[in-house]
């Protein structure tokens, strides 16, 4: 059975579910309108958002082009997310 990955390290510390480059989000979203492997879940506000003891999984991601990518659901082991031109993005993201 597929397991959800975990999001291991992100880099946006400017979004309100980081603290110390780690995500606590429950789970989050990958890709959006755009076809780019966007963090559909960055979230710019002044609350802290999160759970601090989590670890965010991935609970959807809607690029089909990732090799990782198997009915819209992601088969990496895990996946690191951080800045790329401008934008939230999955890094782990590797195109079929
Ligand atoms: S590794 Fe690929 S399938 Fe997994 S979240 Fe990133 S873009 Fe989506």
Redesign the pocket.
């Known amino acids: 059975m597929m397991e959800m990955?975990k999001v291991t390290a992100c880099e946006v510390s400017q979004c309100a579910y980081n603290a110390n480059k780690a995500c606590h989000a429950m789970a989050i979203t990958?890709?959006d309108i755009s076809n780019r492997?966007k963090c559909d879940t960055f979230f710019q506000t002044s609350i802290h958002g999160g759970v601090k003891e989590t670890t965010a999984g991935?609970g959807a991601?809607k690029?089909s082009e990732?090799?990782?990518?198997e009915e819209l659901e992601?088969?990496?082991a895990n996946?690191k997310v951080g800045m790329k031109s401008g934008t939230a993005e999955?890094l782990?993201?590797?195109k079929r």
């Open positions: 990955p990958i890709g492997p991935v991601c690029i990732c090799n990782y990518n992601c088969s990496a996946i999955c782990t993201f590797t």
